[in-house]
């Protein structure tokens, strides 16, 4: 069974930090892209962060970069994002999904370009 499980979420003062983890279990980690998306209430979800298993590359949103950084650790099968300098509009149920496609699109946050999904973590940041 797949399955991808966020953690780590929580409530922080503005300017604090939190780091959420994402463990996989049911696939093959290293052949998929994981990202970290986010949804505050009433908006459109949207992408945070993502890292390519294969090579390690990352891509950020420019709403985050600077302040978040995105990992991996191999011999977990789990995914790492550290934020930093947080900022109560990162406010959000932050969701992490894996998908295999080679499309650009992943690293555009396609959201039908990943296969799985998450429950998601809150974060919430306070004022």
């Known amino acids: 069974e797949v399955q991808l499980v966020e953690s780590g979420g929580g409530l922080v003062q503005a300017g604090g930090s939190l780091r959420l983890s994402c463990a996989a279990s049911?696939?093959?980690?290293?052949?998929?892209?994981i990202g970290w998306f986010r949804q505050a209430p009433g908006k459109e979800r949207e992408g945070v962060s993502c890292?390519?298993?294969?090579?390690?590359?990352?891509y950020h949103a420019d709403s985050v970069t600077g302040r978040f950084t995105i990992s991996s650790d191999n011999t977990k099968n789990t995914v790492y994002l550290q934020m930093n300098s947080l900022k109560p509009e990162d406010t959000a149920v932050y969701y992490c999904?894996?998908?295999?496609?080679?499309?650009?699109?992943?690293?555009?946050?396609?959201?039908?370009?990943?296969?799985?999904w998450g429950q998601g973590t809150q974060v919430t940041v306070s004022s």
């Open positions: 049911g696939f093959t980690f290293d052949d998929y892209t």
């Open positions: 999904a894996a998908s295999r496609s080679g499309s650009y699109l992943v690293f555009r946050f396609a959201a039908d370009e990943y296969d799985y």
């Open positions: 890292i390519k298993r294969s090579d390690g590359s990352t």
